[in-house]
């Protein structure tokens, strides 16, 4: 079965520094799609990225970036230079076909504590 | 504009009851959903609607019928509500059903029931 695994529970660094959240995933497809969302404490869930399963290239936006390795079945997220508004949960996310339609399948997320 | 609402932002009621949860998208999108997230928060889909129909229904109790009037609208009521129902509920869009698309998702409604 398809499946995400966010093995952070959650991660607190301190204002500046770089943080890597980790993603995998699992799926027999070989056309998926991977995103990433934020979730601040506010609640509301924010899209950040989305990739899909033939477009390898890594993406950078400013202070994030985002490293899709399909030999590994990865799909990391890097802030570099963190700041206080980062603080929030993560959430990776996989989209495949079933049963002739499309289902997010969600991570655990990450919660991110970044200290001022 | 907000382009996905949903209304209320926080439900409180008593076991037993039935409530209903509203959720209007003004972005023009084919395909809506309704998501639970529980205390820990994980995610999960419940139903989903593409043009009014549903296309996705999940292993949910039949205590909870979306419905949808038009594409724009798709709401959720919960009958007999249950201790177990509280979570935060998330109404979402996108274009379509195809999957490579990003999800609009509304606030979320914050259910306790007590």
């Known amino acids: 079965a398809q499946k995400v695994t966010q093995a952070q529970t959650e991660i607190s660094v301190v204002e500046k520094e770089d943080v890597t959240l980790d993603c995998v995933y699992e799926t027999r497809d070989t056309t998926y799609y991977l995103f990433w969302y934020k979730q601040p404490p506010s609640g509301e869930l924010v899209f950040l990225i989305r990739?899909?399963?033939?477009d390898e290239q890594n993406e950078i936006s400013g202070r994030y970036s985002w490293n899709f390795q399909k030999s590994t079945s990865s799909f990391n997220f890097t802030i570099t230079a963190s700041q206080v508004v980062d603080s929030a949960v993560y959430f990776c996310a996989l989209s495949e076909e079933m049963d002739s339609n499309y289902q997010l399948i969600w991570g655990a997320g990450t919660k991110l504590i970044i200290k001022p | 504009d907000t382009a996905v609402s949903q209304t209320p932002k926080y439900l409180v009621t008593q076991m037993g009851n039935d409530k209903s949860i509203k959720c209007e998208q003004n972005l023009g999108h084919d395909t809506m959903y309704w998501y639970k997230q529980d205390s820990k928060k994980f995610l999960k889909i419940m139903f989903s609607y593409n043009n009014k129909e549903l296309i996705i229904n999940e292993t949910v109790p039949n205590r909870f019928s979306p419905k949808s009037p038009d594409k724009a609208h798709l709401n959720l009521h919960i009958n007999s509500l249950e201790l177990g129902d509280s979570a935060v509920y998330f109404c979402?869009?996108?274009?379509?059903?195809?999957?490579?698309?990003?999800?609009?998702f509304g606030q979320g409604t914050r259910l306790t029931v007590v």
């Open positions: 979402a869009s996108s274009p379509y059903s195809s999957g490579n698309t990003e999800a609009f």
């Open positions: 990739r899909n399963s033939f």
